[in-house]
């Protein structure tokens, strides 16, 4: 029956509405096969209520032509599992939501029903500032055996997901292709390091390309499979405020790290908090947060609230905070997490040496860049990265 | 009935002397021109046959042919239409015979009789000296050109009556007609380039220091250079200003830059003789052959015109990637070979590069608040700029924005004139080093004289080995990093080259945003 299930969820230009009106129509996956084969007039007609007649003749041609057995092996060769929304193991907070998909394609596994977990997004054009914190939460979350759920995307969601793996964990990767395929290329090795340590999720068939058109889709299954929802780094109107607000709607919490007000990546974290999202000022206080979360589902959700901001001291020292306490020798005292032009650099230093030589901050920031104190981002431009 | 006078053409960059044969026999009427001629050419017959009847001399209605030899060198330009005159009136007897024996005769016919300039006299009248001949016969409005070469009489005229008159004795005209020949080409220059354009002063700019610490190390080692930074931020300014704190020409350059200007036919009448250093900027849309030299025989391109001076390529990005490429060889070989059908050309371009660009298609990485280009974005845009020409880019800057403050500073910056001070310091220094040697700078050093004069103290190989295997440079990049590192050191004027040099010629290695 899996096999009709798969090669009705793999038919061109059927999306999950389509696939559902079918099957109302037709009770099951093998009966609409077998009307595919007939060419039988019943399922033009549902087809054409949604399709033009060339696309309609060209969907019941592919049905009709595709090796049932064949496809199905295929796909089973290659590792990868089909979970229809009727198999046991289909997600229950996936079943929770009203537009979930039809199917699943999974390599590796799917996250347990009993294990918490957190979706972290946030920009691929993240700062030095967005990546230490993506990092440093995804670590944690992994020690603390969070399943951390993400996109695979580059920034914030790639960087979180090998934290959470680089911290013993287990991370789940929601693609916009099929699972076969690797998007972006940049994160190849985290595409093959997940399957042994978590899994690889996606709701299109394998061999689908990266589409724009997939992502928004993909995004809710991030929202959708998550506990509590973490946002990085994000700008004022960007994909991932989509992504939150597809959240919003299926209930979830949502946490943001702040950043600094005069930095415009941080204005979509900085205006959630303002409107109540709660705040996660570093990774040991989030885990504390998302596990009295999880003791208490179930209860209704002020009681929640309430009583985890009761429990919550605020202002413990995390590990990033410290990191930006160490004492700073020399050159690096004047230079910023933010990348900084040389110039600025020496004007700094012109302050407390006003003798000094261009040339020698020069010398100087390019020695402290061979031995890894300061990073050179572009040319002429440093800046100070954050000790994990 | 047959004469033969001397002219001259110019073949790419080379210049030759031509025979210009006339024949007038029996036969039909007809004027027929042969010898490998372009278009231009052939209508020489046309122009001097008009402008010979309105001067009263009607050509005799017989055959006459026209050879120009040697028959294989393709022959250019309007410089032809005097000498097949000439050739006409002596054999018509207008002229006394042989009055234009090892005479070189230049220049376009108008249909008046009136002589007009041609281009790439100059070459033309070095090579007739170079080969015996004493007098040159060219259109006034090149004669301060054919003046500067020396050891040749030049008589500039303006009609071929004037001609006329002259080769048949007329000592009157002669007074008129002839320029002087000044003994000292060269010191005629200074007096003409007194009055040719000023190059701008470093004292305009405001702020910037370390784009100008860029630049008087590139200038000081002729390091190629590359300015990156959002627009409007003084790139160009700078650009502009630096052949102002360059070594000035030697005679020798001088003469060579002309040369190529006359071919290119770029020469100010007045004032004929280049003394500062050329700056080409070539606008980004510009064609691989408006860079390398164009045509069926090609021109002198941008780069030969940029000879011994800066070639400024602003919007490096936008330039098309065939043309970036192309960089290559002259960058590396001061010269650019260009295949044609009618031949190989060689042609020198021996050129320091300038060019700018912003870092990234909005112009504002790596400032996050201002700039929304992805990672992918910035990478392609760098990536428009190959990587083997950007490995021989010595000196990479940021270029910042001008804050107001730095505009309102009423303290001039530092002067064009200080800079160069230092500049020759160091280049002095260069000299004596690689005396003897075909190279005059350090970015020329090759490979084995790299190891000779950059060797470096045991503390500073350390840090060298460090520096190749934290920053991953590829060996090319090493030996690049090395030459400037021995241009700081002496425009410090240390004789090694010290842990503070590297270190400083370590961050102008231009760095591919993004990694």
Known sequence: MKKYKYWLDSLPFIGGRTAEKLLEYFKDARSVYEACLLNDDDLKNILSKRLNMDKVTQVIKAGADADIDGDYDLMIAKGIRFIDEDDPYYPKRLKAVSNHPYAIYVKGDLPGEDEPAVSVIGSRNCSEYGRIAADAFGSYLGQSRINVISGMAVGVDGLSQQGAIDGGGKTFAVLGSGVDICYPLQNRSLYEAIPQNGGIISAFPPGTPPSRSNFPFRNSIVAALCDVLLVIEARARSGTSITVNLALSMNKDIYAVPGRITDRLSDGCNMLIRQGSGVALSPEDFVSEVNILWARRGEAGDVIMNRAKEQILCSRAGCLAKANNAPLTGIAGYVDINPMSAEEIHERRLRDEPGAVLSDTLSRLSLMCVKGELIQVASGYYLRPVKK | ?515
């Open chain 2, 1 to 515: 009935m047959y004469s033969s006078i001397k002219s001259g053409t110019v073949y790419g960059l080379k210049s030759f002397l031509i025979d210009v044969e006339i024949d007038i026999s029996n036969g039909l009427p007809c004027f027929v021109m042969v010898g490998s001629l372009n278009s231009e050419v052939r209508e020489s017959a046309e122009r001097v046959r008009v402008a010979l009847k309105n001067m009263g001399m009607n050509i005799p209605p017989s055959h006459i042919t026209v050879n120009l030899s040697p028959a294989d060198i393709r022959k250019t330009g309007t410089g032809f239409d005097m000498a097949i005159a000439l050739g006409l009136l002596e054999i018509m007897n207008i002229i006394p015979q042989s009055s234009l024996r090892d005479t070189l005769v230049i220049g376009e016919i108008g249909l008046n009789g009136e002589v007009k300039r041609v281009s790439g006299v100059m070459p033309i009248v070095y090579e007739a000296k170079k080969n015996g001949y004493t007098t040159c016969l060219i259109p006034i409005e090149n004669a301060m050109e054919a003046s500067l070469v020396e050891g040749i009489r030049i008589i500039g005229v303006s009609d071929l009556k004037m001609v006329k008159e002259l080769l048949n004795g007329n000592m009157d005209v002669l007074a008129e007609a002839s320029e002087e020949n000044s003994n000292d080409p060269l010191n005629k220059a200074v007096d003409i380039t007194r009055r040719e354009e000023k190059i701008p002063d470093f004292s305009d700019v405001s702020g910037q220091e370390s784009v100008i610490r860029g630049a008087l190390i590139a200038a000081s080692g002729n390091h190629h250079m590359l300015m990156i930074g959002p627009p409007g931020t003084g790139k160009t300014m700078i650009a502009k200003r630096i052949p102002g704190i360059l070594p000035e020409l030697s005679d020798d350059e001088k003469l060579e830059v002309t040369r190529i200007y006359s071919i290119a036919g770029k020469l100010n009448i007045e004032h004929p003789m280049i003394k500062n250093r050329p700056f080409v900027d070539p606008h980004h849309s510009a064609t691989v052959s408006a860079l390398s030299g164009g045509g069926g025989i090609p021109r002198p391109g941008a780069l030969s015109l940029a000879h011994k001076g800066v070639l400024f390529l602003d919007e490096l990005p936008e330039f098309d990637r065939n043309v970036i490429d192309m960089l290559r060889e002259p960058l590396e070989e001061k010269c650019i070979n260009i295949s044609r059908a009618s031949g190989n050309f060689v042609y020198p371009a021996d050129i320091m590069l300038v060019a700018a660009m912003n870092p990234c298609p909005c112009g504002y990485y790596p400032d996050h608040n201002k700039c929304n280009c992805s990672p992918g974005a910035v990478r392609r845009y760098m990536g428009h700029i190959s990587g083997p020409v950007l490995e021989r880019i010595d000196i990479c800057v940021a270029v910042r924005k001008i804050r107001v403050k730095d505009l309102e500073n009423k303290n001039k910056g530092i002067s064009s004139s200080k800079l160069r001070e230092k500049v020759l310091r160091a280049r002095k220094i260069q000299e004596e080093r690689y005396k003897g040697l075909n190279i005059t700078c350090n970015s020329e050093l090759g490979v084995v004289d790299l190891r000779k004069f950059c060797a470096l103290g045991k503390a500073e190989s350390k840090l060298a080995e460090d520096i190749c295997e934290n920053l991953d440079l590829s060996a090319r990049s090493y030996h690049r990093m090395l030459k400037v590192a021995r241009t700081i050191a002496d425009l410090d004027e240390s004789e090694d080259i010290k842990e503070r040099h590297l270190t400083e010629a370590l961050c102008y290695r231009p760095q591919v945003a993004g990694l």
